[in-house]
């Protein structure tokens, strides 16, 4: 199996503009996480999916933060529009149903000028 | 690349000796605890894991220990090597039906002088 796929691998944008990262995760998989990872505040939770259902957006920063799961393959998370402090890596990771061992995707690394 | 915090704890051991990182979980109903590698520029790569109806788990030189009572957990690196070097980060959850939600740790950063 590939892992969980994250795209891009970097992203530079200027402010205020759009962006949509992408994670497919693992075949198989039920659960998927979307989570951020800065120097000062280590790795945060943002939202989760269980069977591409929303179970818990609580860690979503703001109403530019937006995540989708269309379908078991893909979820893409929005930030609209980006600001310079939303620049972190921001990681996917899925899970199978009935364990709670998460697989972290190789992350997107942002950068809002 | 950066991907961690600047002020994690670090440990740093020589080649060849025994690491030990500690980690100290806050939710007593937690239930599932896991170890985590991250390398620079990587995602988080799991280690391995300990269930709370077991005190102590052994992979391959790495065990982790559990004591539920004060809430601690522990990783062991038997023999560390230059590979091992990198942030680790333990993790909990106590089970969902719906999700598995992690807590993460704040990291400790190995680094292994050769």
């Known amino acids: 199996d590939a892992g969980v796929i994250q795209s891009p691998r970097h992203e530079v944008t200027e402010m205020g503009q759009e962006v949509t990262l992408r994670c497919k995760p693992i075949?198989?998989?039920?659960?998927l996480f979307w989570y951020r990872q800065t120097m000062m505040r280590g790795l945060e939770l943002l939202i989760y999916?269980?069977?591409?259902?929303?179970?818990?957006d609580s860690g979503m920063p703001e109403d530019r933060f937006s995540a989708k799961m269309p379908n078991a393959s893909f979820s893409t998370l929005k930030i609209q529009p980006s600001e310079p402090r939303d620049s972190a890596v921001y990681f996917c990771?899925?899970?199978?149903?009935?364990?709670?061992?998460?697989?972290f995707g190789p992350g997107t690394r942002l950068t809002v000028l | 690349g950066e991907s961690v915090g600047l002020h994690l704890p670090t440990l740093s051991v020589q080649e060849g000796d025994n690491s030990i990182i500690n980690c100290a979980y806050s939710?007593?109903?937690?239930?599932?605890f896991i170890w985590y590698k991250q390398e620079s520029g990587k995602g988080p790569q799991f280690i391995i894991d300990?269930?709370?109806?077991?005190d102590k788990r052994q992979g391959q030189r790495v065990t982790v220990l559990l004591n539920k009572t004060v809430k601690h957990l522990s990783l062991q690196i038997a023999a560390t090597q230059p590979g091992d070097s990198a942030v680790y980060f333990c993790?909990?959850?106590?089970?969902?039906?719906?999700?598995?939600?992690?807590?993460f740790g704040g990291g400790t950063r190995l680094m292994v002088k050769p």
């Open positions: 993790a909990e959850t106590r089970a969902y039906n719906a999700g598995n939600m992690l807590t």
């Open positions: 990771a899925s899970s199978p149903t009935n364990t709670d061992t998460q697989y």
């Open positions: 300990i269930r709370s109806n077991m």
């Open positions: 939710n007593s109903a937690s239930d599932y």
């Open positions: 999916f269980n069977n591409n259902v929303p179970i818990d």
């Open positions: 075949s198989g998989h039920n659960s």
